[in-house]
């Protein structure tokens, strides 16, 4: 019997714990992640306050939600404008880093573990996605260059929405009766997945956008644009589509209809800020009991998912460096640029959906420790991250400090 109180309470004290965490690590670098994911494993594994496995039964329901409301508030907030202006440099980074990050892990997987090379593939994949919310707000306080800047928030932006597609892609090749895996297969399914997709949801976001000039001045519109971001990717699964990807092509259709608005020549404004503050909120509350239920599900007794973890953090680090190098070199920055760059690689929320799925929903044999690798990836990650990144920060800030004494002395 589910105690109401104490259920009442548990969700309360989350959202409290995410507003305040969130606060916390705007002001001290430290992320929310890491006090969210601490509290999960507290309520899970520790005390065991919640049930791993009705956790598991609902996982499907809650990562299909998760991924649709992150891919719509990530198209939403991308800009036509900046990622044309960025967008050959940053998506040769990002690309770049992602398969040497991929390949990296799929074969240091492959032979410290045995694991086969597909299922190798996809948790390379997934531990490749990096956390666009931690790199955004971290890098505007850091003492780096406007186009550095620029490069790693839009990298971290396109990043999360790449990965999710293609490893869901995967996961539906691996999942199929034939267990079709194949480079022509997969290649073909990922160019099905994107036109159909892209089309749903650039479609619907046309259409909705105009009939939300007539809405907006109804107070709930807000939650009719959530039913249609929730139908859009239902429809594009329909149609043998990615939801993920229609509801990415959604998020960018409404959040730049400025663009699309000169087809109706009318100045249409789709998304008020109370529309975008609305998002947001349902944004803020999905992320934040994500990272507890990552918390409540990981096992800390197996000790072996742990050492995966931990091994594919340092390759995901040395996969980094391999390519911040001679990026830096050829852009001509500096060593600090270089090394904030390269430390950088806080795993986040897409990867933490992605890892639940395999098993979950999909029922892939050998995914069972997904989770559990993927929890201490993402831990780790985000603490090698503040602290590498720290480090950087007071090093120079300080040989700063003495040049200038340096200076005036003189």
């Not at 039913?227 to 239902?234: A, D, I």
């Amino acid at each position: 019997m589910v105690d109401v109180s104490v259920s009442l309470f548990t969700i309360a004290f989350i959202i409290a714990l995410g507003f305040f965490a969130d606060l916390f690590f705007k002001r001290s670098r430290i992320p929310d992640v890491v006090w969210l994911i601490l509290f999960g494993i507290i309520i899970g594994p520790v005390f065991k306050i919640v049930d791993r496995e009705v956790l598991f039964e609902a996982a499907p329901l809650f990562t299909a939600i998760a991924i649709a409301i992150i891919l719509f508030e990530s198209g939403r907030k991308m800009r036509f404008r900046e990622l044309l202006r960025d967008a050959l440099s940053t998506t040769i980074f990002m690309l770049a880093n992602l398969v040497m990050s991929t390949i990296l892990v799929t074969v240091g997987v492959k032979f410290l573990f045995g694991l086969g090379w597909e299922i190798a593939l996809l948790l390379g994949v997934i531990v490749a996605g990096t956390s666009s919310a931690m790199i955004v707000t971290v890098v505007d306080r850091l003492g780096i260059s406007l186009k550095v800047k620029t490069i790693m928030s839009v990298e971290s932006v396109i990043n999360s929405p790449f990965v999710i597609v293609v490893g869901l892609v995967l996961m539906d090749s691996l999942a199929s009766p034939q267990n079709i895996f194949s480079f022509s297969t997969i290649s073909s399914n990922i160019v099905k997945s994107f036109s159909v997709s892209i089309v749903s949801g650039v479609l619907i976001g046309i259409v909705w956008a105009r009939l939300l000039d007539y809405l907006q001045k109804d107070t709930y519109h807000h939650m009719m644009t959530i039913s249609v971001l929730f139908l859009t990717y239902v429809l594009a699964q329909y149609l043998g589509g990615s939801g993920a990807l229609a509801a990415l092509a959604l998020g960018i259709t409404l959040g730049n209809f400025s663009v699309f608005s000169k087809l109706f020549r009318k100045k249409i404004v789709v998304l008020t800020k109370e529309t975008k503050d609305f998002n947001a909120m349902i944004a803020f509350v999905i992320r934040t009991f994500f990272f507890v239920f990552l918390g409540a599900v990981a096992s800390l007794n197996d000790y072996r998912s742990i050492g995966i973890g931990l091994i594919l953090t340092m390759v995901t680090l040395v996969a980094r460096f391999v390519i911040v190098y001679p990026t830096v070199k050829i852009m001509k920055l500096e060593r600090r640029e270089m090394l904030t760059m390269g430390f950088m690689i806080p795993t986040g929320l897409s990867a933490a959906v992605l890892a639940v799925l395999p098993f979950t929903q999909y029922g892939i044999a050998g995914t069972e420790s997904f989770v559990d690798i993927v929890f201490i990836v993402i831990l780790a990650t985000t603490i090698l991250a503040t602290v590498g990144v720290g480090i950087v920060e007071y090093v120079y800030n300080k040989d700063g400090v003495k040049k200038r004494k340096n200076s005036v002395k003189s």
